[in-house]
């Protein structure tokens, strides 16, 4: 019996330490991966976030931060297809192209229009001008992102009330709020490269 023992529980062990071997060596494998994949959506929109902070005052952690809650770094449908990485609806005075997508505002699942950009380019710059109207002006008196994003939201750029304090936790925990200090030292990409020198985009933290 205690040879029989031996002969199951041994082998049992085994099984079970290399398969939590497999899964420790799987688990930051998987991380990694989604790091890499966030760093590589932040370094795409960081060229024009600076260029819209050189050129209209709006802080790029600002840019940044909405981008990454809004589109959910990048994945969402609006995103994706249309470039749309901040929500933007159409209203009555956008001319553009238009597209019907589901939503949720104040809790209330629903479908509302949405601009339609060609390019991510588009988009971000799209953004720009959207901010640029009267209704969000006093947000321009604002330097740093987290002032900017609750300005922004207390002028109606998202019903939600927990919109700011969403954004703002972004900007805080992949200390964003860098790329606003950056806003006077030297071209685009000495801005990028001293910013993420300092590799303060960590992994898992942020929605």
Excluded at 9 to 30: D, S
């Amino acid at each position: 019996m205690k040879f029989l023992f031996s002969r199951i529980l041994i082998p049992g062990i085994l099984f079970l330490a290399i398969g939590w071997q497999a899964v420790a060596e799987e688990a930051p494998a998987k991380k990694t991966s989604r790091y890499e994949k966030q760093k590589q959506f932040v370094l795409s929109l960081l060229p024009q976030a600076l260029s819209l902070q050189a050129r209209k005052g709006i802080p790029a952690s600002a840019t940044v931060g909405m981008a990454i809650y809004e589109s959910g770094w990048g994945q969402s449908a609006l995103a994706r297809e249309h470039h749309n990485l901040h929500g933007l609806k159409a209203g009555s005075t956008w001319n553009g192209e238009v597209v019907t997508m589901p939503t949720v505002d104040l809790g209330v699942r629903q479908y509302a229009e949405f601009r339609s950009f060609a390019s991510p380019a588009s988009g971000l710059e799209g953004f720009g001008e959207f901010l640029s109207s009267k209704q969000y002006q006093s947000a321009f008196e604002e330097k740093t992102g987290p002032a900017f994003v609750t300005k922004v939201a207390a002028a109606g750029y998202c019903p939600d009330a927990d919109y700011s304090a969403n954004v703002k936790k972004i900007i805080e925990e992949r200390n964003l709020g860098l790329l606003d200090t950056a806003a006077g030292g030297g071209s685009d990409r000495r801005q990028q490269e001293k910013y993420w020198r300092k590799q303060q985009l960590r992994p898992g933290a942020g929605r």
